[in-house]
């Protein structure tokens, strides 16, 4: 089995700040803006720097998805920063219409996504952007699980033509991917080779399912590990093989089920005739609350103990069949 | 009768002919800027002969209340951008021309969809903002509905450009004072536009006639020597719904509804072919 260490605990958003620095620094067309939270999206190195290429727009969500829209018109590559509920929920239409409809090349960069947000509560944790995001036509959905990989992702996704949302979290968490790693978009990674069961996970889960996999081994249970970092385009290839191996799956997102990692795998699975049991590691189908990161965690199921029950509940689930 | 006017004459008819066509889409306010979109297009813009997505070293337009389509188009395509029996399209399955401006079918001369009201002036700003960064010293123009201005996004937007100096811009309200649901003053009433524009800190002219190719020229040219001096500029520009058909003129009832065949006849005999039907 694969080892991962933690080489520390860091924010992803800080990996997707010090990005943006660096590409600030090799590609002038690269802009920022952002909408209050220069702190909290670790944008303030970028502003500081490039402060002509820095938009700061104030609390005016809707106006800043417009002129990010209205930047690339003349060849900018417009990040806009901001918490993934403003990011999303709050101006739709402005990225259905401006962005996504008008195939603007615009990286909606958002943090704070998902529970682990906090102490704010539901307000401010929002739990179905990668459902309203993976729903418009021609949109890239990136979630990215460590820092490193969010790093790699930011830098990534300016070489890219096409609007993408680029979604990570606020809590510092283990960063164990490769600090040199090589990003690509729509490819997931299999982390952990198995053949009993199939983890698929995204984001701050993605570290839950390598400590699951770790203690299914010592019950004698293989466990495939996939880390699924780009939702759309999905990667039907490193899923499907792995579920031919294996004939079961969990899926673990900090997200709804509804709308979900796991519900577009499951789509993938009828679609193919793969029909497997599978279970959903996510936020049923409720809003989030105060709390801190791990207590909520813990509370709504996700982590590395619901999901080992995931898992053999699945392995039960095909005798069944 | 000058180039423009048969211009403005012609886009008429073309407005006329593509909404009854289809028996959809929206004339009333179409009618109410074809002679706005006249002069810009063809007396105001400084426009390169092949269309780009990037508009580089060139003015651009962008609509913001897209429902007006019909204008743009035909304007679009008697200043060549495409060819103007495309404009039979309009409205129809597979065509270019959908009910609201895209970028998605390819059409030249559109940069941006509109049609969900509210984000046209954000674009641009955004689009302005680029023009500087990029050292063109071209010029950013808008058209907005009046009854459009309820949305909130416009108010960001107008904030933000007075605050943040986007003075490449020249923003210009259909101020017909008219929307769906009737009279503005009664839908809800948007108040003095030009002391709202100028408590925000832009420049603000106004056109007492928007349907006088002499008085739009003269005043859009008297806001573009305003631009560069640190302030955005909007314009206020008095039209009437439906102007060059007597029927029409005056009323919102036109708004979203196509004349019939009949109802076309008459408006088409007030305004006689000048150029050549699509």
């Known amino acids: 089995m694969n080892e991962f260490s933690n080489t520390g605990n860091k924010d992803t958003r800080s990996g997707f700040g010090v990005a943006l620095l660096e590409l600030g620094r090799t590609n002038p067309n690269v802009v920022a803006l952002c909408a209050d939270l220069t702190g909290s999206l670790k944008m303030n190195e970028f502003k500081n720097e490039f402060?002509?290429?820095?938009?700061?727009?104030?609390?005016a969500e809707a106006n800043m998805m417009g002129i990010a829209a209205g930047m690339t018109i003349g060849e900018k590559i417009p990040f806009t920063g901001t918490f993934a509920n403003f990011s999303t929920g709050r101006v739709y239409d402005q990225i259905r219409q401006s962005i996504a409809y008008s195939n603007k090349n615009v990286k909606i960069c958002a943090s704070h996504a998902g529970i682990t947000l906090g102490e704010d509560g539901a307000t401010h944790q929002i739990l179905e952007d990668i459902g309203?995001?993976?729903m418009l036509p021609g949109m890239t959905v990136i979630n990215t699980c460590d820092y490193n990989q969010t790093k790699a992702a930011t830098i990534e996704i300016s070489k890219y033509n096409g609007p993408v949302y680029l979604r990570f979290g606020r809590p510092k968490v283990p960063n164990f991917t490769d600090e040199n790693q090589n990003f690509e978009i729509g490819k997931g990674i299999k982390l952990i080779e198995g053949s009993d069961v199939t983890i698929v996970a995204t984001g701050h889960l993605v570290w839950e399912s390598i400590s699951a996999a770790k203690d299914l081994l010592s019950r004698g249970i293989n466990a495939e590990v996939i880390n699924i970092h780009?939702?759309?385009p999905l990667d039907k290839d490193i899923i499907l093989k792995s579920i031919n191996k294996t004939n079961s799956l969990v899926s673990c997102e900090e997200h709804n089920i509804l709308g979900g990692l796991g519900e577009s795998i499951s789509r993938l699975i009828v679609q193919n005739n793969k029909l497997c049991p599978m279970e959903f590691v996510g936020v049923n189908d409720s809003f989030g609350e105060s709390g801190t990161p791990e207590q909520l965690m813990n509370k709504y199921k996700l982590n590395s103990e619901n999901i080992i029950d995931k898992c053999l509940k699945v392995i039960s689930r095909k005798k069944l069949i | 009768m000058n180039e423009l006017e048969n211009l403005v004459i012609q886009v008429r008819r073309d407005i006329l002919r593509m909404v009854n066509n289809v028996k959809s889409g929206h004339p009333g306010g179409s009618l109410g800027c074809t002679e706005f979109f006249v002069v810009l297009f063809f007396k105001i813009m400084k426009r390169n002969e092949k269309f780009e997505m990037n508009g580089k070293n060139e003015d651009l337009f962008f609509l913001s209340n897209g429902h007006i389509s019909p204008v743009y188009y035909s304007t679009l395509a008697r200043a060549g951008y495409f060819p103007v029996k495309e404009l039979n399209t309009f409205r129809k399955?597979?065509?270019r021309l959908q009910g609201h401006p895209t970028t998605h079918e390819g059409l030249p001369g559109i940069r941006i969809a509109s049609g969900s009201l509210g984000q046209g002036m954000?674009?641009?700003i955004g689009a302005a903002i680029t023009k500087k960064l990029n050292k063109d010293d071209s010029i950013v123009y808008t058209l907005h509905g009046d009854g459009e201005l309820q949305e909130g996004q416009n108010w960001e937007a107008i904030m933000f450009a007075s605050a943040n100096k986007i003075d490449n811009i020249i923003c210009t309200i259909d101020y017909n004072q008219k929307q769906i649901d009737g009279d503005i003053k009664d839908v809800l009433d948007l108040g003095d536009l030009k002391i709202k524009f100028s408590s925000f800190g832009w420049i603000v002219f106004e056109i007492k006639n928007g349907n006088n190719v002499k008085e739009i020229e003269d005043i859009i040219l008297k806001a573009k020597n305003e631009s560069g001096n640190?302030?955005?500029?909007?314009?206020?520009?008095?039209?009437t719904m439906g102007n060059g058909v007597d029927y029409m003129m005056g009323t919102h009832k036109w708004h979203g509804v196509a004349p019939n065949d009949e109802e076309l006849r008459i408006a088409l005999d007030q305004n006689p072919e000048t150029l050549i039907d699509y």
């Open chain 1, 51 to 59: 402060p002509e290429r820095f938009i700061q727009v104030g609390i």
């Open chain 1, 132 to 134: 309203l995001m993976k």
């Open chain 1, 230 to 232: 780009t939702i759309k």
């Open chain 2, 93 to 95: 399955i597979n065509s």
């Open chain 2, 122 to 124: 954000s674009v641009a």
């Open chain 2, 230 to 239: 640190g302030k955005p500029i909007v314009i206020i520009m008095n039209t």
